[in-house]
């Protein structure tokens, strides 16, 4: 076991501040305790967690930053940490010229940015019924729910497998999600749990890598039930967690009630959920 590593890590690269390294001056502040950029278009960061704020693993806040006119900037973004963790990590795309994170892109070690304490979201255990499996299938910045989700042992109370599918155009930008795994495995504390439960399939569309193609035509052909020796998706024993743009949720759903998946809710549990990673067709 590397002491050196906790469950937190794979975002931890800059020296952590201390809990409060500054007196907080903007509403609802929160201190920058750690800034990882992993390519020219993604990065990951930690920030202290109030006090107060309880949340379910997989759920989002809005988050931001003071806009020039004096009023915050707000975005919406999925937790990356579980809840038990003490601080907050979020995994984040760089819009060039994207009002907000232009501006985020540049946080350092000791900054504050805005959190409003009230989490939502769907991507929770409680909106699914109970089954052997669960799939979490990702593309882009949508693996940051299940970053959460795939360090909550109640994910591996709750299933005998976890499959975690997360496909980018490039190699270098899986990266985030392929350390936290590793990291993960490797964990005194949650890494005898995962151990032969969590199942990682990440694949690239448009860079050669030993697994390739899009989540869709790797279920649509079964290449993945194959390749990981899982059967066929179905009703009685898959559950499915979906976290991409809306191309991609829009054609994942059909596929995943083809295999006779229903969409369920908070208010209604079934067999699969869906959030978007983002609002908007792209950059
Ligand atoms: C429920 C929910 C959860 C979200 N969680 C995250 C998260 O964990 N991490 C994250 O980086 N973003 C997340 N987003 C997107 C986030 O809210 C912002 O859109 C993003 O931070 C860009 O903000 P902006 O003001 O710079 O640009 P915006 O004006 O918000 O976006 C400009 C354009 O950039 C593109 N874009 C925005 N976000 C992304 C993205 N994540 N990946 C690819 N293209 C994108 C879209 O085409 C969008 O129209 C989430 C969105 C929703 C609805
Ligand atoms: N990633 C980059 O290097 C890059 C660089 C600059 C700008 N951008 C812009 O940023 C925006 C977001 O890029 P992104 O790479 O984060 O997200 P993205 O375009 O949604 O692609 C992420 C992954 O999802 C796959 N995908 C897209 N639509 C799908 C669908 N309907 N069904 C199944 N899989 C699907 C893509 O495969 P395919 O490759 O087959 O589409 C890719 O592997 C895009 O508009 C892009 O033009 C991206």
Known sequence: MNESLTLTDAASQTPA??????KAHLPDAQIVTSVKHW????????????QSLRFR????????????????????????????????????????????TSKLQHIKVGDEII????PVGTLV????????????????????????????????EKYDQVIMMHTCRTADELEYGRQLVENLKADELIGEMVEGKLLYYPTTTREETP????????????????????????????RAMVCGSL?????????????GLREGANSGPLEY?????FVGEGI
Do not use: C
Request: net charge neutral.
């Open 39 to 50: 390519t020219d278009r993604l990065f990951s960061f930690r920030v202290t967690r109030p």
């Open 125 to 156: 255990h409680d909106a699914l019924l109970p089954g052997k499996r669960i799939w979490f299938l990702a593309t882009g910045t949508g693996i940051a729910p299940f970053a959460s989700l795939m360090r909550d042992p109640e994910t591996y």
């Open 57 to 100: 693993s997989g759920e989002f806040v809005m988050i931001g930053l003071m806009g020039d006119n004096g009023k915050p900037l707000l975005r919406a973004y999925s937790i990356a940490s579980p809840n038990w963790d003490e601080a907050l990590e979020f995994y984040s795309i760089k819009v060039p010229d994207g009002p907000l």
């Open 17 to 22: 501040a201390p809990a409060k390294a500054a």
């Open 247 to 259: 191309a991609f949720n829009v054609d994942v759903k059909a596929v995943l009630e083809s295999f």
């Open 211 to 238: 697994h390739m193609g899009r989540i869709t035509d790797n279920l649509t052909s079964g290449k993945v039930f194959q390749d990981l020796d899982l059967p066929r998706m179905n009703q009685a024993e898959d």
């Open 273 to 277: 959920v869906v959030e978007k990673a």
């Open 115 to 118: 959190l409003r304490p009230k």
